[in-house]
């Protein structure tokens, strides 16, 4: 048994990892969701929960804004560089996210998904680092990951597809119990349940509080 993560993007800059019972972690950069799909299929194992850093439900409003992105800059004071309305995204991230998540849906039906931002889960725990976020061992104990950090470049798809499996983990072991798909949607939100790959979730820690 073990949770799966995802940091969409393109040819060489899909993040994908899982995450053990023991705090043990094994990730990889594929190029798609295929690839990612495949990778998880040659693991041959039973995933409890996934997480994908990427929209999992979109709003034909304005910039294509949620409640849930709102709530983020807002609450945590998190810039909108960080947290972005979906029409500010590329395509990769849009697209491949929520293809990974249709191709996880079909795979298994009754599998909880949950939307993960991994920049901003660092920026509201250790809002006073740099952009790059807080050194490794800070990470690996915070969220109890046992093994060294990803040998990642500057982009972290392996770092941020592991913070993902986190969120999955947190939220579908009752962990973190806020699941900002819940929030009160803006005029134009799709409802996070009934998108094709619903239902979706977006569970983010109750109470955020900066960690030495």
């Not at 949770?3 to 990892?17: L, Q, R």
Request: aromatic share 8%.
């Amino acid at each position: 048994m073990a949770w799966f993560g995802a940091d969409p993007g393109g040819e060489n800059a899909f993040g994908v990892a899982l995450l053990h019972p023991d705090g043990s972690f094994e990730s990889v950069v594929v190029s798609c969701a295929d690839d990612a799909m495949k990778w998880l299929c040659r693991k041959a194992v039973t995933i409890l929960a996934a997480g994908i850093d990427a929209p999992l439900w979109w709003s034909s409003g304005n910039s294509g804004d949620r409640a849930a992105d709102q709530y983020l800059r807002e609450q945590h004071n998190i810039s909108g560089s960080t947290v972005q309305a979906a029409n500010s995204l590329r395509g990769a991230v849009l697209i491949q996210g929520a293809l990974l998540a249709m191709g996880l849906r079909k795979q298994s039906p009754n599998l909880p998904i949950t939307e993960a931002h991994p920049k901003a889960l660092l920026k509201a725990l250790w809002p006073d680092l740099s952009k790059s976020g807080p050194p490794w061992e800070k990470i690996a104990k915070r969220f109890q990951l046992e093994g060294s950090e990803p040998d990642d470049d500057e982009r972290k798809d392996k770092r941020d597809a592991l913070l993902a499996v986190v969120a999955a983990r947190e939220g579908s072991t009752g962990q973190w119990t806020r699941d900002l798909a819940l929030c009160e949607r803006l005029t134009g939100e799709q409802r996070p349940a009934d998108v094709p790959w619903g239902p979706v979730h977006y569970w983010w820690p109750e109470t955020v509080t900066k960690r030495g």
